[in-house]
């Protein structure tokens, strides 16, 4: 499963706007004279959440439901949460 691109940015007003790039190169709904702050890689949405959460400063993030092995390769996943293994890409 290849990684996917991921981003914060800040509008003029203070407002910080996560963004997975598989939804497009830029969000949707972003001012005008906002600033990308950071771009980074990451397999799953628990991944970029747990990075973008540090880089914010945050407690950490905490996925939705238990660990569970992969159906498909047996590696560790959040079926509840985004569905996606990280190692084969599955998506429950």
């Known amino acids: 499963m290849p990684k996917r691109k991921h981003q914060a940015w800040k509008d003029i007003d203070g407002t910080i706007t996560y963004w997975d790039t598989i939804h497009g190169r830029e969000p949707v709904n972003i001012k005008p004279g906002a600033t990308m702050l950071w771009e980074f890689d990451a397999y799953t949405a628990e991944e970029a959440m747990s990075i973008h959460y540090l880089r914010l400063g945050w407690a950490p993030y905490q996925p939705s439901g238990p660990v569970e092995p992969c159906p498909n ?20």
């Not at 390769?73 to 429950?92: A, I, N, R, T, V």
């Open 73 to 92: 390769c047996g590696d560790m996943f959040y079926p509840l949460g985004s569905g996606e293994c990280w190692s084969c890409g599955h998506k429950q």
